[in-house]
């Protein structure tokens, strides 16, 4: 675990030695002069991440992957689930997100290069496997020289080159298996690095490829409810119930390549070329179940039972003497992302001038095909439903239909089937150049910085989707008529003694009868017959769009130092300047009438946008003594909107009274911050260090998706006339810019190893984080009128990491822990007091390695040792059970080899 570096080695990373670590001996952890022994393995990547953050000029905390000492984190996001400030939300078997101080706007870094999937603004943390780094660097604070683009901070992935390793043939990989008790499946890992490095005529010259495989497959049981409306109850009072209520089970397995190449050359001492490029890569197959009862806020209510509060439903019979909308939903999806990064780099320095210069271009796309079935038991009126039932534990929902046998296929009919296509491309290219001239070691000026950096992005998105509704004389289809029905079986989850089963058709045979599905709907669905008739759902212009955006940056800075009352002073200062312009086009469209036939009436909508700001940083250093230290810092940052909320779309509702304009909003606002750090520092032995780090962030124009009355001119500027409609106003929903931000947190930090303790206690080690967010509030645009109304979405006030570990050459074991306290989800705009929460959550990990020969280290890990699942409820007071999802224990087993 760690705090601003890593006291843990990434999992099962290959066993690739530090360029300049010497063997490891008995007395690694003695002192020779002024400069400790390096070496490998945990005491090595501590001190390796402690130095990195004792030199920086920012706040940055790190992550490094070494030989020996790993915990069982597969991808960078769970490794940075131990580092302090960082929290991340588990998903599907894996970390899948992660938030910095409380705030999601990441900036994504690989090499120090912006990188960037599809249409979005970042890559995806999850997709790199552990097995391809060398480390990661978390920065809370940004630098004039870095590039801009997250208010949270940016997470750089530092990748293998060649010249970090030692001379000659480097071979090393690793081979792990991960048992998950829920799936009662094996997740196979891979990966396999060559290297080489050498001295020839023309200079030293090094290559490298590291490749990794893994396969991870899971599953999770659920049991929820979702989306509290307000209605209105017999007595005449106002009672709140969710929309729907469901359980399910998710499985699947996620399937990630990925391969990284470098060639480095160095035809002189001052002069240094390198070439790399890589792929990051990932395919998921995804099934769905739920069996659910939805729309109860219209449905017909009896036995209705509160809660404590008197106005939200505890349980309730639901009922529709017509059939009530309930069903058995079966989802099956097929991911895919494909990330391809090339780098050139050109290095040179002299006694007092560095230059460096770079290009890059990037290609990546990302995309899905959805197929959904939704089946209805024929004759079902009622459904007991209690919100607030004891099925778990704790507060769950648990359904009941009621006069239905669901082991009997003729009780089941076929109310829809859906199938939808989407994705992006993006095409990006940059390059920059920066040169640093040494100005002298005892000035008040030591080095001036200046640089430049264009880049340019050529963005696109697609989408579409039909919905089939299958009827025979007028009625629901038979379920016996449905392709993939001889296929059909019982299923459901598996979570707290439920013997709640129903039939379905396996989602993957759904997908593989897709042809014979079309055929069927264009039979019992003449009026969706054409929309059928293609391979693919035609294009829902209103998602589809094109952008063509181009940044340009310059900056300056200095690093500076100087003696205040025998108290040495460094740090930097400097400013950024960018510009970011581009245009985008999309579709506006309308519903058509009885003179086009009522084809719906579409257009090209153009749009533009020009973003720019200055943005300073400084940084202050005080020494007080060679261990002691006081770092401040300001610095600020932007976050851009992203390319699909700023689409020049909209949708005018006009069979609506008011009419209704759903769009996108070219007009948003980019997100600015400016922060406030104040670190004090303890250094102490070999990697010891006792910190304890406060920050003030405000930040402005977060975003929020809100319904506004529009007045008669508003509406016009969507060719809609409200005169036509009797009205004085209509709706406009579209993604708006919010108030404020503020965050208000604290850090500490105590790591150590027991070096001075006798016998075998001076291989024990320990590190505890903690970090405490005492304000993170955003002026959203409704009253204040309930607790939570302001509570920023995604941040836990508290997060806390603990590792206890025991290390020699031959042997470490470690015990690590992880807390994060609740966090709100999101934002029910309709009724935001509602909003979803997770509960606090907590997980135990520990690792067992053995090297019986210098070339291969055997490894025993298990996660989530206590089988903490995921509680959630709806509103900060914990106003109704929202559920659970079941989280695996995991087991698995590993052998590194290093030749």
Known sequence: MTSAMTLVAMASAPMVAHAAAPAETEDASSLEGDDPIIVNGVRGAVEEATEKKRNSKQIVDSVVAEDVGKLPDNNVVEALARVTGVQIDRARGQGQSVTIRGLSEIQTTVNGNQTNLGDGRSLNLADIPAELLKQVDVYKTRSADQVEGGIAGTVNVELRRPFDLEDGWTIAGSVRGSYDDISEKVSPYGSLLLANRFDTGIGEIGFLVNASWTRTIYRENYIESESPFERELDDGSI????????????NGNTKRPSINGVLQWKPTDNLEFVLEGGYIGS???RALERLYVQDMQVQDLSNVVMMDDGRTIASATVSNA????????????????NLYTTNFEANWHSDRVTLHGSVQYNWSNEGNYFVETILRPENLTSADVNFNSDIYGRGAPSISFNDVDLTDPSQYVVDRFQDNRGGSNNKEFAAQADMTIELGDNGFLRTLQVGGRYNQRKVDRYYGYRDGFPRVDGTFAPFETFPGFGDASMVGPD???SSMEWLRIPGAITRANVAEIRQYIQEYDPGNAQRFSS????????QTFESNEKNFAAYAQVNYGFELAGIPIDGLAGARFTNTWGSSTSYNYRPGNEDNGWLD?????????NYSAILPTATAILHFDPKVQLRLSYSTNVFRPSFYDSRPF???????????VFAGNPSLKQQREHSFDASAEYYFGRGGQISLAGYYKKASNFLYYDRNDADAEEMLSYGIDLADYDSDFGYVEMQRNAGDGTFIGLEGTVQTFFDFAPGILKNFGVSLNASHIFKARIEYPYPEDFPGAFDSPNTSKWTANAALFYDTPQFSARVAYNYRSSYRMGIWNQNPEYSPYQDATERLDAAINYTPVKFMTLSVEASNILGNDVYRYHGNQALLPLGVRTLARTIQSSVRFRF
């Open 495 to 497: 979570i707290g003694g």
């Open 601 to 609: 009436i579409v257009q090209v909508s153009p749009g533009k946008g």
């Open 322 to 337: 017509n059939g009530l909308p309930a069903g058995i939903d079966t989802q099956y999806n097929s991911f895919h992302s």
């Open 283 to 285: 395919r998921e197959k």
């Open 650 to 660: 909209y949708f005018a509702e006009t069979r609506s009274t008011p009419p209704i």
């Open 239 to 250: 009672g709140i119930i969710p929309y729907r209520a469901y359980y399910g089970l998710e």
């Open 535 to 542: 391979l693919y759902p035609p294009s829902d212009q209103g």
